[in-house]
């Protein structure tokens, strides 16, 4: 896969991990589509540290199957853990 299919992949599973993380979080978030894909992205590789704490593949499970189930858990779990530091951040402004 040439660098363009894997920047189109990573943005069709950084809006998948975003939106289910989105949906999983309580309450309403200010966020439009972009920023969701952006931090489902972001979940994704915090996710995969996460996963290499574990004793996991990490960032390499993320990079070479990112369709697995565990891979998929794992991002949603990096991507809530995002945007609930986002939303915190972003908390004050208006």
Do not use: H
């Not at 189109?8 to 894909?37: C, D, E, F, H, V």
Request: proline content about 2%; aromatic content about 6%.
């Amino acid at each position: 896969m040439g660098l363009i299919g894997l920047i189109i992949s990573w943005i069709i599973i950084g809006a998948i991990i975003g939106l289910i993380a989105r949906a999983i979080l309580p309450g309403k978030q200010a966020m439009g589509i972009g920023m969701t894909i952006i931090l489902g992205v972001i979940g994704a590789v915090v996710g995969g540290f996460i996963g290499g704490l574990f004793g996991g593949n990490g960032i390499n499970g993320i990079m070479n199957n990112p369709w697995s189930i565990g891979t998929i858990l794992l991002s949603v779990v990096g991507a809530i853990i995002v945007m609930v530091v986002y939303g915190l951040v972003t908390k004050n402004r208006a």
